[in-house]
């Protein structure tokens, strides 16, 4: 059974940090892009950030460069995406993914809220 499990997301103040980590299970993991989305009240998902398969390419929307960082530890199948310099706007439900081939699993999502 594929599982995607998403966890540490919660409340932070604008310029605080949290660390997402999202535990894969029941594929395999290593032969998989894995992504993290998000989607705000009233917006539509989007990408926030990618790592490929051995981790040594990651992109990132624009909206998050320098502030975000994905990795991913193969050992573990997990992934995990740092945050720093929390924003308003970076209040979301956060969605892990995992992409080989078009074939797509996601997580049921972790809640950041971003405010004072």
């Known amino acids: 059974q594929v599982q995607l499990v998403e966890s540490g997301g919660g409340l932070v103040q604008p310029g605080g940090s949290l660390r997402l980590s999202c535990a894969a299970s029941?594929?395999?993991?290593?032969?998989?892009?894995m992504s993290w989305y998000r989607q705000a009240p009233g917006k539509e998902r989007e990408l926030v950030a990618q790592?490929?398969?051995?981790?040594?390419?990651?992109n990132y929307a624009d909206s998050v460069k320098g502030r975000f960082t994905i990795s991913r530890d193969n050992a573990e199948n997990t992934v995990y995406l740092q945050m720093n310099s929390l924003k308003a706007d970076d209040t979301a439900m956060y969605y892990c993914?995992?992409?080989?081939?078009?074939?797509?699993?996601w997580g049921q999502g972790t809640q950041v809220t971003v405010s004072s």
């Open positions: 790592i490929s398969r051995i981790g040594r390419i990651t």
């Open positions: 029941g594929f395999g993991f290593r032969d998989y892009v």
């Open positions: 993914n995992a992409n080989r081939d078009g074939v797509h699993y």
